[in-house]
């Protein structure tokens, strides 16, 4: 069996190691692609510094963006040559710091026209975190396609995106701005404020800023809110979790905070600390319902399993329903090189409203794989 080049975890906090694995042969439902461009993300920094549900040595990364190579027979909507990207994480062989993926056709989109690979290699994981955590963590009804004058039900309602310039936040403004939820505040650095109200934003507050929770806090009870809402996209016990149990304090107010729970973060020499169990991290107060949201379920509903990756996220993209986060472009001779880097920007908290985006396959291995696979 032919092996390829994949970016592995061994050790918690220790060095990333390229180790030579098996490509498998695909199943009948499966795809096969060329891997040209990935992002890193916090989990990967939750993975290979904690070991978070990682048995080692374990491939890291869940965001691809490559060419199709093979398909199997039962695969309907892809073919050889197609230009693809998608949000995989459920085992080795799926997982995006590796030279080939095989995966199933469901978890990847086509590229849109216009657009170009590295652009849009940032959406796959947060536009899938940011839909299913307002569907379903915090239950809004987000119909797709969404009916001609259609009035949100939840125009009336305050919603806090804890957050805004991380990744998630920004793709649940937009979607929350399409779907007419209007009365958005959200906590950011000043410098993301105007394009977080550009996003659909119409309170922006620094986070750092004293007295931003009582700020929010009247903000939810100037009303009309039937109901309030919480997405923290953070999940930093001290930065978001603490302070928004002080926010959400009226009775039937939602909050869906992002896990893992951040209890000691990451940082050069320091191995990070998380907790799970969202109820446990806060004095919350009675009759708020909290949740902790875990993309990795979003396929058990089985309407976004089918249309979520493959139709909706490259008809936002298309459509201008959300734009793409600001790439950050990690550069290094090598692939260990690359993924060490971006680790190292991840753990000195170097990345602020965009994504870190890095070559995986060069341009002589891309063509060499189509030439063999595609012609
Ligand atoms: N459970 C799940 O299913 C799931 C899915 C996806 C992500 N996540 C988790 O969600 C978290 C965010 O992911 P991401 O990819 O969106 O992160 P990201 O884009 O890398 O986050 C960076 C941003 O976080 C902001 N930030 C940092 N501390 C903050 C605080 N205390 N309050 C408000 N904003 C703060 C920074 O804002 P400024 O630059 O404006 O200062 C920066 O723009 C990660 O821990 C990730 O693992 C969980």
């Not at 039900?153 to 919603?159: E, L, R, T, V």
């Not at 919480?230 to 009226?250: F, Q």
Request: net charge negative; hydrophobic share 40%.
């Amino acid at each position: 069996m032919s092996t390829h080049p994949a970016v592995v975890t061994v050790t918690p906090g220790g060095p990333l190691q390229i180790q030579h694995i098996p490509t498998p042969p695909i199943a009948s439902n499966q795809v096969k692609l060329i891997n040209q461009y990935t992002a890193s993300t916090p989990l990967d920094l939750h993975q290979a510094d904690a070991h978070l549900l990682v048995n080692p040595p374990q491939i890291l990364g869940d965001s691809v963006a490559g060419t199709v190579l093979e398909v199997g027979p039962d695969v309907k909507r892809l073919r050889p040559g197609d230009q693809v990207f998608g949000f995989v994480w459920r085992f080795q062989a799926e997982k995006a710091h590796q030279l080939y993926v095989v995966t199933e056709e469901k978890l990847l989109a086509k590229l849109p026209p216009g657009r170009s690979l590295q652009e849009v290699v940032v959406v796959p994981d947060n536009f899938v975190t940011a839909w299913h955590a307002l569907s379903k963590d915090l239950g809004f009804d987000l119909p797709w396609p969404k009916p001609e004058g259609y009035v949100s039900p939840g125009k009336d309602s305050w919603i806090v995106v804890w957050g805004g310039s991380s990744s998630v936040g920004m793709y649940a403004i937009q979607i929350l701005r399409y779907y007419g939820y209007g009365n958005v505040v959200t906590t950011a650095s000043k410098a993301h404020h105007e394009r977080l109200v550009r996003y659909g934003a119409s309170v922006c507050l620094d986070y750092r800023d004293e007295g931003t929770v009582e700020r929010i806090r009247d903000r939810l009870k100037s009303g009309p809110s039937q109901r309030d809402f919480v997405l923290d996209c953070i999940g930093s016990l001290e930065g978001s979790v603490r302070p928004l149990a002080r926010v959400a304090t009226t009775k039937g107010a939602k909050v869906a905070i992002l896990l893992p729970v951040i209890i000691k973060d990451a940082a050069p020499g320091i191995r990070p600390e998380y907790e799970m169990d969202v109820q446990a991290c806060a004095a919350w107060a009675q009759g708020v319902e909290v949740s902790g949201v875990r993309t990795h379920t979003y396929m058990t509903d089985e309407f976004l399993a089918e249309r979520l990756q493959p139709e909706m996220m490259p008809w936002a993209i298309a459509e201008k329903t959300v734009e793409p986060n600001d790439q950050i472009i990690v550069e290094g001779g090598t692939l260990l090189e690359r993924a060490e880097r971006a680790l190292q920007l991840l753990r000195e908290k170097k990345v602020s409203g965009g994504r870190l985006v890095w070559r995986v396959a060069e341009e002589e291995e891309v063509k060499t794989a189509m030439e063999q696979f595609c012609s």
